[in-house]
C-alpha cells in the first residue's frame, strides 16, 4: 500500500467501505471487466511493476490506457498466475490452485479428459503425471457463481480449457477456443485485426452495451491472444518503433541481417503489439465511460502467466529482473503484471502482499455482495477489502501460495510454495536438494539458501507436501526404467540442467548480466 500510518489507513478503509456500500448498494451491483492477457511478462509493461527495480517495466512502451489505470485504482507488484496459460484458466474460473485442479498441463491433445505424458518421457528420471483436461464437473465457476446475483457474463476471445464455456455458465462466449485463432493468417485479417485484438474487443463492447441498456449487472472477460507469441500488430505501430533509436540501434548491430527480420522476429512489432493492445484496453474503458457505467464498473487487467521476452533485452543497462520463462515456477514464468481499478478501490495505490489467479473468483462474489466464505473447495480468499484499503495482516502477507507442475515439456517436474517473500522449490528429479529463496533480496533466485535456513525450509517444504495430500495432487515418483543416454539426447537436455536445481549459486545468464 502507499505509505500511511494505520490509524489513517483504518479510517480509508471504513470511509471506502461505507461509500461502496452506499453508492453500490443490493439494486445497482457493479459490473466486473477482466482483461485477461497472454504470455506477459512481469517487466513487460510502461509501468514500474518494482519502485526499487530499474529493470521492472519497459521505457520505450507507450501504454497511457494502463498507466491511467494505475492512476485511478490499484498496482499490485506480487501478482502470481501460474507457470502455463490453460491451467491458469481453470485456476482463474474455479479459483482452485492447479495442484487442487489437477489442470496442470495442456499440449493441445485431449484423452479421455486427461493428457498422458508418460509413454513420451519414459525412460526420464521421473514418472511424470497425468493431467486432467477439463474443469471439474462439480466445480464451481466465474458465472455460476455470480449468476444468483443477478448477473450475466461474457466469455469473449481464448478459452483453451477444452470445454464449452456455455456448460461452465457463460451466455456469450467464442467456444472452446485455443491459441490458433489468435494468429490469423489471412492477409486482409492479419493486417487490420492482429491478434484479433479488434474483433474480441468489438464483440465485448457489444456485450457490455447490451447489458447496461438492460440495466444487467455483467461478468465480461475479455481474454486476448496478445502477447502470445505469433507477433501481430499493426504495420503503422510497428513502424513506429522501428524508427526509434534503440531499434536502429538493434537494426544496426544486426548488420546485413537485419534485412531478413519478419514481423515474427522483429522487437519493433512485439512493442507494436503491446501499444495496439493497450488502445483496445483504451477502447473498452471509453465504452464503460460513454455508458455512464464506469463509476461502477470494476475492471482487471492482468496476465495469465509471465514470460521473457527478446524485446526486453533493448535498453541498455536493463537485465532480465527475474529467472526463467513460462513453463517454470521460477519468478519470470508466475509473476505477472497486474492493475484493478474500480468503485471501491483506492486510487493510484500499490499493494505488495502476495496474491493469486485464484483470488479473482471469491473477489468477484464479494464485489457482487456475496458471500466468498461459502464458496467450497477453493484456495483464493476475496481481496476486495484489501482494495478498500484494509491494511494485511501477517497470516494474510505470509499466506502459502502453490505452483505444481509435475511434468517434462520445456521444464521438469517440480513445485513450488511462496510464503511472504520466502520461496521452496522442489525438483523431483534431485529431491535430496533443498531450495529456497529470500526474494525480498533476491528476485532474481540467484542464491539458494536452503543450507543455511535449514528448519524454514523444512517447514515450508512439509506444508507444501501437506497440502498436496489433502488436495489429492499427483506426485511424480522416480522411475525404475530411467537410461540417462535417452535423456541426454533430449533436445531440452541442456536447458534442464541449467534451470534445474543448484547447491549455491547459479551462473546469471547473457541477458541477466
Known sequence: MKKMNAFKRSAL????????????????????VLLYIDDWAWNGTSIPMSETMTNSFMPILEMPNLEKLAKQGMKFTNAYGSPQ???ARVSVQTGQSCARSGFTLV???????????????????????VSDMSIDADAVTIPEALKPHGYVSAHIGKWHMYSDPGSEGYVVHDGDTDNKPGTPKDPEV????????FSITEKAIGFIQEQAKAENPFYCQISHYAMH???QCLEETRQKYAKHPLLQAYYEGLGKKAKNLTIKNDPAAWLGMAEDLDGRIGAVLDTLKELGIEDKTYVIVVSDNGYRHSALQLTPGLPQPLHGHKWWAWQAGIRVPMIVTGPSVMPASVFEGNVANYDFLPTFVDWAGGDPSALENI????????MAGKEP??????RNLYFHVPHYREEIPHSAVISGKTKVMHFYEQPDMPMMFELSSDPGEVS?????????HKRLFGEMMRYFDEVGARLPKANPDYDPAVYQKLKNYDKYMEWGPFEAKRPLEADEK
Open 107 to 129: 499440449l493441445g491433445q485431449q484423452k479421455d479428459d486427461t493428457y498422458d505424458t508418460r509413454r513420451q518421457y519414459q525412460n526420464l528420471p521421473v514418472v511424470p503425471n
Open 13 to 32: 478503509w471504513l470511509i471506502c467501505g461505507a461509500l461502496a456500500v452506499s453508492s453500490v448498494g443490493a439494486e445497482e451491483k457493479p459490473n466486473i
Open 85 to 87: 496459460c490453460a491451467p
Open 448 to 456: 539458494n539458501v536452503a543450507k543455511q535456513h535449514p528448519e524454514t
Open 229 to 231: 507469441a505469433g507477433t
Open 393 to 398: 495482516d501477517e497470516n494474510f502477507l505470509n
Open 190 to 197: 492479419f493486417a487490420t485485426d492482429p491478434k484479433l485484438m
Open 379 to 386: 484456495d483464493g480468499i476475496s481481496l476486495a477489502a484489501y
